[in-house]
C-alpha cells in the first residue's frame, strides 16, 4: 500500500510541475525509494550514444531532456540484494512527462531499462527477423530476435557485393542483464572478418531457442546500409560414435562415416599454443575502476579503488589435427563453473596468466576463468564451436581482446622493476572432455620480458625489453611450475597454514590460529597467510574460507557468489569501501561484564579481532541470536578474537548494536578501554577499514556481589557460575554452580 500511494503522489506531483521544461524539451523524474541499507544504492541516466545525462546514489532526479530521446536508465546494488525486498521495501520508479516508464525494485546487481527507444535500438526492442530474407541495417548497431524452427546449422552472413563498410556480427542467446560490448563480449557466436571485411557465422542453434543477433560494424558503417541474411545450412552431419577418432560431439545426425584407433587416417590430437606475438603486440597500461565487486570476486583484481593493470591479448589457437572440444557450459560438467555475480557460467581452465620478478619469483596469481572458449579466426579448420558448446576446432583459434574484462594483471602494488610475463593454456595438461590428449605441452607458453617504471607521482609506464629469456624453474624445468614452499623447500610439501604441521590444512589449525592470534604467538613464514608480517583474525579467516570454498563455485552469505581461488597464499583484500566501528557500550559493575557495540553498515561480519585493557577477562559470549561464532580470548594479553567459521555472519547494522559482552574476574585501572581493533573481516574474506568510538569508559562502582577483607563473590552469569575468593587461600578461588 506504502509504494501504491508513493507512486501515486509522485504522478500527482509531476502532473503540476509539468511545463518546468523548455519547449523541444520532455521532464524525466527518477525517484528512488531506497531500502534499509541505501548506501549501496547508485543509478544513471544515459542517452542511446552513452552521454551521461545524470546520476545519484539513493536520492533521484528531475531533469529535462529532448523529448523522444532514447534513454537508458541503470541501478545498481554493490551488496546484490537488489533495493526489495530483503531488508526493506525499496522501490525505483523513472517518469517521463508524469508517465511512469521504468519501475522496479527486485534485482540483483543491477537492472537496466530502456525508455523511449527506437526499435532495434537494444535487444529488448529488437526486429523479430527470419531465414531466407534478406534485411538491411543501417548503421553501427541495430538489433534483430531470432527463434529457430529446427536444430540445425544456420549461416548469418553480411558477404554481400553491397556492403562496403568493415561489418560485424554477434549473436547472444540472452537479453536479461547482458553484458556486451563492440568485441565478443557476452556472446554466443561473434565474428568480424571471415569474407573480406564482411562477416560470416556458421551457427548451431536449438529448435525453439530465442537468439539475439546484432548487425553493425566500425565507424565506417555509421551511415552505410548493411545487407544481411539468415540461412538454413542443414542438421548437423558428422560420426556420433564416441569412441571414434572423429567423432562429432555436434553432430544430430549421423554420416556413418567413423574412423577407429588403428587406422592410418586416425586424428593424432590437439595442440594448443599461445600466441607470444599478439601477446607481445598488445601489452599497454591502463586503469580499471575497482569498485566492481564481480572483478574481484573473480580474482581479476586485486584491491579496490583504481588500479593499475597490464592489458593484453591473448590468442589460442589449435595447431592440431582434432578439435580440442569443452563442452556445454553446465552444471555436471567439471571444466565449468558458475558465476552468479555475472550471470554465466565460466570454463575454469582457460589460461593462467602470472608475472615474476628478476629472481623467478611469481608476484600475482592471473588466475583466468574464461567465459566463453569458441572459434573466432580460422585458418585452415572450419569454425563450428560458440559459447553454447564450446571448443576450439583443427585450425581455429579463440582470441580474448586487451579490451575485455580481466584480460589483464593487477600490478598497482608492483614496485618498478624487470619482471617476466608469462601466459599458459591447458597448464595442467587436461585432457579435453572427450578424453583426446594435446599432443605436445611445450608449445603451451609464451612469455615476455618487461621493465614496469614509475614516476614521482607513482604511475607506471612500459618497456618491453629484448632478448627476453625462458624462465626456469626451481626443479630447472623450463617454464615450469615448481616453486619453493613456505619452509624453502623446492616443490615442497609444506603447507602455508598448516600449524601442526600434519601436511594438511583443516579446522584443527584454524583453531591454533585462533589460540596463537590470542596469545600473541610469533609470525612466521608459514602461518603468515595475507603476508603482512603480523598474525591476525584475517589468517585464520581466510585458511577457514579455503576450507571450505576451494574448488571455486560457492556462495558467501549475503553477498558474491565467487570463482576465485581461496587457497592461494598469500592473499589479501581490503575493502576501502566497508568500515567497522567497535565502542563500548555500557559497564555493568554489579554483573561484572562490559557490552560492545557495533556499526557495520557497510558489509556483513566475519571475523574481529581486538584488545582490551583495564580488566581481567574471565569469559566472552554473543548477545545476538543466530550469531554464534568462535571466540577466544587470553587473560595475558587482553586479546579477543571471534570467527564465524559457519558463515552465518552478522548482519549489517547502522546504528549502534550490543552484541558481545566481556565478562571479567577483576578491574586493573580506573578505565576500561578498547585500546585496539587489530582486523576486521567481512563475509567475503576481505580486511575491512576499523574504527573505535566510545573506546574508554571509567569505572564508577566494582564487580563484587559480596566483598569483605576476608572473601569475596564474583558472579558470572554466562557461565551459571560464580567465584568465592578468599584470602586465606593466597589468592586462590573456587568456582560453584549458581
Known amino acids: 500500500m506504502t509504494r501504491i500511494l508513493l507512486s501515486a503522489l509522485l504522478v500527482f506531483i509531476s502532473l503540476f510541475t509539468q511545463g518546468q521544461c523548455p519547449p523541444g524539451k520532455s521532464e524525466v523524474i527518477v525517484f528512488i525509494q531506497p531500502d534499509n541499507y541505501p548506501g549501496e544504492t ?17 536520492v533521484g532526479d528531475t531533469i529535462c531532456v529532448d523529448t523522444g530521446n532514447c534513454l537508458i536508465f541503470k541501478i545498481e546494488d554493490t551488496f546484490g540484494d537488489g533495493i526489495c525486498c530483503s531488508v526493506g521495501n525499496g522501490f525505483y520508479t523513472v517518469s517521463v512527462n508524469g508517465s511512469v516508464q521504468a519501475a522496479g525494485g527486485q534485482f540483483t546487481y543491477s537492472e537496466t531499462s530502456y525508455i523511449s527507444c527506437p526499435a532495434g535500438s537494444n535487444c529488448g526492442s529488437a526486429y523479430t527477423v527470419y531465414q531466407d530474407t534478406v534485411y538491411n541495417s543501417i548503421g553501427t548497431s541495430t538489433w534483430y530476435k531470432f527463434i529457430p524452427d529446427t536444430t540445425g546449422t544456420f549461416n548469418v552472413s553480411s558477404c554481400f557485393p553491397s556492403n562496403t563498410c568493415d561489418t560485424r556480427i554477434w549473436i547472444y542467446d540472452h537479453c536479461s542483464n547482458l553484458v556486451w560490448n563492440n568485441a565478443n563480449a557476452g556472446t554466443l557466436f561473434y565474428n568480424d572478418s571471415a569474407c573480406g571485411i564482411q562477416a560470416f557465422i556458421a551457427a548451431g542453434l536449438q529448435n525453439g531457442g530465442t537468439y539475439y543477433i546484432r548487425i553493425g560494424g566500425d565507424t565506417s558503417c555509421v551511415d552505410d546500409t548493411i545487407s544481411w541474411q539468415i540461412t538454413y545450412a542443414g542438421p548437423i552431419v558428422g560420426c556420433m560414435d564416441s569412441s571414434a577418432c572423429n567423432y562429432n560431439p555436434l553432430a544430430t545426425v549421423s554420416n556413418n562415416v567413423c574412423i577407429y584407433p588403428g587406422d592410418p587416417n586416425c586424428n593424432s590430437g590437439p595442440d594448443l599454443i599461445v600466441d607470444g606475438t599478439s601477446l607481445t603486440n598488445s601489452l599497454n597500461v591502463g586503469v580499471v575502476n575497482g569498485n566492481d565487486v564481480c572483478l574481484i570476486g573473480e580474482g581479476c583484481l586485486t584491491g579496490y579503488g583504481a588500479r593499475q593493470v597490464i592489458n593484453f591479448t591473448t590468442r589460442i589457437a589449435n595447431i592440431g589435427d582434432a578439435d580440442y572440444y569443452i563442452g556445454q557450459p553446465q552444471a555436471g560438467n567439471g571444466q565449468f563453473v558458475f558465476d552468479q555475480c555475472h550471470g554465466h557460467w565460466h570454463y575454469a581452465g582457460y589460461a593462467r596468466y602470472d608475472i615474476y620478478d628478476s629472481l623467478g619469483v611469481p608476484l600475482e596469481a592471473g588466475f583466468k576463468n574464461g567465459f566463453c572458449v569458441l572459434d573466432l579466426q580460422c585458418f585452415g579448420g572450419s569454425a563450428k564451436y560458440g559459447c553454447g558448446d564450446m571448443g576450439i576446432s583443427a585450425g581455429c583459434a579463440d582470441i580474448y581482446g586487451a579490451g575485455l574484462a580481466c584480460q589483464w594483471l593487477d600490478i598497482t602494488n608492483i614496485p618498478a622493476g624487470r619482471y617476466t610475463l608469462v601466459v599458459r593454456v591447458n597448464w595442467d595438461h587436461d585432457p579435453d572432455k572427450l578424453g583426446r590428449q594435446e599432443q605436445r605441452f611445450d608449445n603451451n607458453v609464451a612469455a615476455v620480458c618487461v621493465r614496469i617504471n614509475r614516476d614521482t607521482a607513482n604511475v607506471p609506464t612500459l618497456n618491453i625489453l629484448p632478448n627476453c629469456q625462458p624462465l626456469v624453474d626451481c626443479m630447472g624445468d623450463t617454464f615450469g611450475l615448481a616453486v619453493y614452499d613456505c619452509m624453502g623447500v623446492c616443490n615442497g610439501t609444506h603447507v602455508m597454514g598448516d600449524l601442526n604441521i600434519d601436511t594438511m590444512q583443516n579446522d584443527v589449525d584454524v583453531d591454533l590460529y585462533l589460540t596463537d592470534i590470542t596469545a600473541q604467538n610469533a609470525v612466521l613464514s608459514c602461518n603468515d597467510l595475507n603476508n603482512d608480517n603480523s598474525l591476525t583474525v584475517t589468517d585464520a579467516a581466510l585458511l577457514s574460507g579455503c576450507l571450505r570454498h576451494e574448488g571455486g563455485n560457492h556462495s558467501h552469505q549475503g553477498g558474491t557468489q565467487n570463482t576465485h581461488r581461496h587457497c592461494e597464499f598469500p592473499w589479501n583484500i581490503v575493502n576501502v569501501n566497508d568500515t567497522v566501528k567497535v565502542g563500548i557500550g555500557v559497564i555493568n559493575t554489579n554483573a561484572s561484564y562490559v557490552d560492545l557495540q557495533i556499526i557495520n553498515a557497510d558489509s556483513r561480519l566475519l571475523g574481529l579481532d581486538f584488545s582490551m585493557t583495564g580488566l581481567q577477562i574471565d569469559s566472552v559470549s554473543s548477545l545476538i541470536a543466530g550469531f554464534d561464532p568462535f571466540i577466544r580470548w587470553n587473560q595475558s594479553t587482553g586479546r579477543i578474537v571471534l570467527l564465524d567459521t559457519s558463515e552465518q555472519s552478522l548482519n549489517k547494522q547502522i546504528i549502534p548494536l550490543n552484541f558481545l559482552r566481556v565478562y571479567y574476574s577483576s578491574i586493573t585501572a580506573t578505565t576500561v578501554c578498547l585500546s585496539n581493533i587489530h582486523a576486521s573481516v567481512n563475509s567475503n574474506y576481505e580486511e575491512t577499514h576499523k574504527n573505535i568510538y566510545n573506546g574508554c569508559i571509567s569505572v564508577t562502582g566494582n564487580s563484587y556481589l ?33
Open 42 to 58: 547508485s543509478w544513471t541516466l544515459k542517452d542511446q550514444s552513452g552521454v551521461l545525462l545524470s546520476s545519484g546514489g539513493f
Open 706 to 738: 559480596y566483598k569483605s577483607g576476608i572473601i569475596s563473590i564474583v558472579p558470572n552469569p554466562s557461565k551459571g557460575i560464580f567465584r568465592l575468593k578468599s584470602n586465606s587461600c593466597k589468592g586462590s578461588y573456587l568456582k560453584f554452580l549458581l
